[in-house]
């Protein structure tokens, strides 16, 4: 006699989501192929790609995703009657890093061939020093053939320090400039030039590359460390940790009364202020299309996000083991201790008693742990998505994150057992 579907459902294996978002952060050198990712996850699941140039035709239990500048995607599912509104979530695709300019050739005493790059975002920059990087992007490609995305899977760069004996002070802090101390050197004096090497990993001609956006990346594999394996290290845990939780929580929810929606934005690390950033009409655009094919009239549409709920995802800042004082007195979220509810007294995050206490229901629906972080008074912090979005379509939001060591540094750590915790929770918000 065979099992039943609930027998087998018991006995089925726990999903590691550890292995799972280190395996997605890895094939997501940057935000074009993070987008990329998604979308095909997304395709797999059955969701259709809509074009923002068409007209939308949707139909109730549908799902589908559009995206925008190949960096930002939007994806929804919409329930079996007309919602009441929407649960959505936003993370961001980019992290910190640095852009390789246009001509970035530089040739050093007809000896070395370095990159000429720009800071992306506010990096720790020591972290970048002394380690194989690679080369990462997209490119605008002549007769039509389209955007193409292109990642060197090979250790490539590599942006030198310079020798204690040459700078005996280097252990007491170095200011380091862009311009001069954070070039990669790429190559000999007589190696292919640059563009030549990128045409070649897509098998195209260097004349037939138009345009071209192309960024470092670390590819130090992500793994688990600690004694009991408790701890995870990987680059762009910020935000790429966030970005999985969300997308695998809404590929296994189905909603009931409202549509779940995911919003990815690129641009978040230089201040969101772009035609795919979180201050675009990128997320008020597509919901307003929703409740047209829908046929709503506009206050109907205001009705919908009068009872809409967002969650603004983005990692936070754990109290540090070497530098416990750098955090608040009151609220000092920790590594493993669950999700951290983010405060700001001037809205840099938009968390306030309303979302909070929705936050708290929904943690203890999931059975998840909460903390509560906010910045030392005297220290200033940065901001998120929640309240950018928030000022684009007006709804009740909250600020949350998984604790982390070493945000912006080219390799970051979180605790292993937050990032369960994460999609826990963003399944038990996608099922209402």
Not at 128 to 156: C, T
Request: proline share 4%.
């Amino acid at each position: 006699m065979g099992a039943t579907d609930s027998q087998k459902k018991a006995t089925a294996a726990p999903v590691d989501h550890v292995k799972k978002m280190l395996a997605f952060i890895k094939n997501s050198p940057t935000c074009y192929h993070a987008v990329e990712n998604v979308g095909q996850e997304l395709e797999t699941a059955g969701y259709g790609q809509l074009q923002e140039n068409e007209r939308w035709e949707l139909a109730m239990g549908g799902k589908y995703y559009v995206t925008r500048n190949g960096s930002s995607l939007i994806a929804f599912q919409l329930p079996a009657r007309k919602p009441k509104g929407f649960h959505m979530v936003a993370s961001h695709s980019d992290s910190p890093c640095f852009k390789v300019k246009e001509n970035p050739e530089m040739k050093v005493e007809d000896a070395y061939v370095k990159l000429n790059v720009e800071k992306y975002g506010g990096s720790i920059l020591s972290t970048w020093l002394d380690r194989p990087l690679s080369v990462a992007g997209r490119v605008v490609l002549a007769g039509g053939a389209g955007i193409r995305n292109v990642a060197v899977d090979r250790d490539l760069v590599l942006i030198p320090n310079v020798a204690i004996h040459m700078n005996r002070d280097m252990n007491k802090g170095v200011e380091y400039n862009v311009q001069t101390d954070m070039l990669p050197l790429y190559a000999g004096a007589d190696s292919k030039p640059f563009l030549t090497l990128m045409a070649e990993e897509i098998g195209v001609s260097p004349k037939d590359i138009l345009g071209s956006d192309f960024f470092l990346y670390n590819r130090e594999k992500g793994r688990r460390f600690g004694a009991q394996g408790e701890f995870v290290g990987t680059p762009r845990l910020d935000d790429l940790a966030c970005v999985y939780a969300s997308m695998y929580a809404l590929l296994h929810g189905k909603p009931e009364e409202y549509s779940n929606l995911l919003a990815v934005f690129d641009n978040e690390e230089v201040g969101s202020t772009t035609r795919q950033g979180a201050a675009s009409n990128f997320l008020q655009d597509t919901l307003r299309r929703i409740g047209e094919s829908l046929g709503m009239e506009e206050s109907g549409f205001g009705r919908l996000l009068a009872d809409s709920f967002m969650i603004s995802a983005d990692n936070a800042h754990a109290v540090h083991p070497n530098h416990p004082e750098k955090a608040d007195p009151t609220n000092r979220p920790y590594l493993n201790g669950g999700i951290v509810i983010k405060y700001h007294g001037g809205q840099k995050y938009t968390t306030d008693a309303v979302s909070a206490a929705v936050m708290k229901e929904i943690c203890k629906k999931a059975d998840v742990p909460w903390q509560c972080y906010a910045n030392r008074s005297d220290i200033a912090g940065g901001s998120t998505l929640g309240n950018i979005s928030a000022a684009q379509v007006p709804v009740s939001a909250v600020d949350i994150g998984i604790g982390q060591l070493a945000m912006h540094s080219a390799y970051e750590t979180a605790g292993a057992e937050d990032v369960g915790y994460m999609v826990r929770v963003m399944e038990c918000f996608y099922k209402g």
